[in-house]
């Protein structure tokens, strides 16, 4: 995800549902990649993740959701 779309991405994520934005990382030195780390009740994050790849749409690489 490029600079510009995880930043929009992470807002779509935030209004969506309700999550915690762990870390917001806007990368350097790997093409302009970045990514989102969210926390909440697993539901919660599976929407919010759900919300941020459709805003991200085809600048998304991948999505994972790990539950704890």
Same mark, same amino acid.
């Given at each position: !995800?490029t600079a510009a779309s995880i930043v929009e991405a992470a807002?779509?994520? #935030?209004?969506?549902? *309700?999550? $915690? +934005? #762990? $870390? +917001?990382? +806007? =990368?350097r030195r790997i093409g302009g990649?970045? @990514? =989102? !780390? +969210?926390?909440?009740? !697993? =539901?919660? !994050?599976?929407?919010?993740?759900?919300?941020?790849?459709?805003?991200? /749409?085809?600048?998304? @690489?991948?999505?994972?959701?790990? *539950? /704890?």
């Amino acid at each position: !995800v490029t600079a510009a779309s995880i930043v929009e991405a992470a807002d779509a994520a #935030l209004k969506a549902a *309700p999550v $915690t +934005l #762990l $870390t +917001l990382h +806007l =990368a350097r030195r790997i093409g302009g990649k970045g @990514y =989102a !780390v +969210l926390v909440g009740e !697993v =539901a919660d !994050v599976e929407a919010a993740v759900d919300a941020a790849a459709d805003a991200a /749409n085809k600048d998304l @690489y991948e999505r994972v959701v790990i *539950p /704890n």
